[in-house]
């Protein structure tokens, strides 16, 4: 069958050439492409650059949709919808992929099923988010939408956490404060695909002055992990609440039990592959294709 993945040429190009390898080796023909290259029309046609028609696709992998302006983002969005309604199968699906990118969105849905997640401040308006460290104490600000942990900031010190704020306000991004969970220097990545827990791994704070995040892209040394059945059904609830059919779940030990922090949508799983083994791409397009052809 015909299938796609959507890409950036500088987001995990190393996951996307894995996904290509895997869907080829399993006799499958493959399109690349970025969503920013796509056209569609009314009912339903695809067309990637000038006129290639791909509205053939059984499957698509969505990587990435790409950096953009509110506009530009909303259209690639739709696209992955219009996808959908045209019959080809999108994965993650486009409403759970645009969920588990907003962070704050990801958060609601997990209360609301009964899954323990920090407490947490989201707003645009400065004095609102100060009363809530007030409150809280030692706090995390992280971007709402955004991963590997560039730009979260652990910020003890009261005066520091004013100035960070301010300045992601005057960025004109929303402020998503976080309460610090207690927690080992360490946190835990379970991958979920197709409801069950394919592997995970503890990662590691990395051993550098100041350094508090366990991202594999900051650094963070990763280990195995034989999860205990709470935390194995918490990885696998959070995906099936969130309904991603695969996906990387960041869950902080916190003394309360599992808490989960996030849900990534389009993962990487080089740190996974290595301390595992396991083909994680192989069964991604092995679910894709069993998902496409219902
Ligand atoms: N509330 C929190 N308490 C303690 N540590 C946190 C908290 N939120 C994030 N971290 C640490 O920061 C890292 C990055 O945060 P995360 O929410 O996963 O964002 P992203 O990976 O998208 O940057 C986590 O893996 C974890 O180590
Ligand atoms: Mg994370």
């Known amino acids: 069958m015909l ?6 040429e500088n987001i995990n190009n190393w996951a996307t050439a894995s996904l290509i390898e895997a869907m080829k080796g399993a006799g499958h023909e493959v399109k690349a492409f970025r969503l920013s290259d796509v056209s569609a029309q009314i009912p339903y046609r695809f067309t990637h650059l000038e006129d290639e028609d791909i509205s053939g696709m059984a499957g698509v992998v969505v990587r990435t949709i790409g950096f953009g302006t509110g506009d530009q983002v909303t259209f690639r969005i739709s696209l992955l919808e219009h996808f959908e309604d045209a019959g080809i199968y ?34 645009e308006n400065i004095d609102a988010a100060v009363k809530f460290v007030d ?8 971007p709402m939408i955004g991963s590997r942990g560039l730009g979260s900031i652990h910020a003890e010190h009261p005066e520091l956490t004013y100035r960070a704020m301010k300045f992601i306000h005057q960025l004109g991004q929303v402020l998503y404060v976080q ?13 979920v695909i197709g409801g069950k827990l394919v592997g995970a791994m503890y990662r590691y704070v990395p051993e550098r002055r100041g350094e508090w ?34 996906t990387g779940v960041d869950i902080l030990e916190s003394k309360a039990g599992p808490c989960v922090i996030e849900a990534n949508a389009a993962p990487s799983w080089s740190g996974l592959s290595q301390v595992t083994g396991l083909d994680i791409a192989g069964m991604i397009v092995d679910r894709l294709v069993e998902l496409a052809k219902k």
């Open 135 to 142: 409150e809280v104490g030692d706090v995390v600000i992280k």
């Open 213 to 246: 995040r366990t991202n594999i892209h900051e650094g963070g040394r990763a280990e195995p992990a034989q999860l205990s059945e709470e935390y194995e059904e918490c990885a696998i609830k959070t995906a099936e609440v969130l309904r991603l059919d695969y």
């Open 90 to 123: 999108v994965m993650n699906p486009a409403y759970s992929f645009r969920r588990a990118k907003d962070k704050y969105a990801t958060l609601t849905t997990l209360h609301r099923a009964g899954i323990y997640v920090p407490r947490t401040f989201v707003g």
């Open 3 to 8: 299938l796609g993945i959507s890409y950036d």
């Open 179 to 191: 309460e610090t969970i207690q927690k080992p220097e360490r946190d835990i990545r379970a991958f």
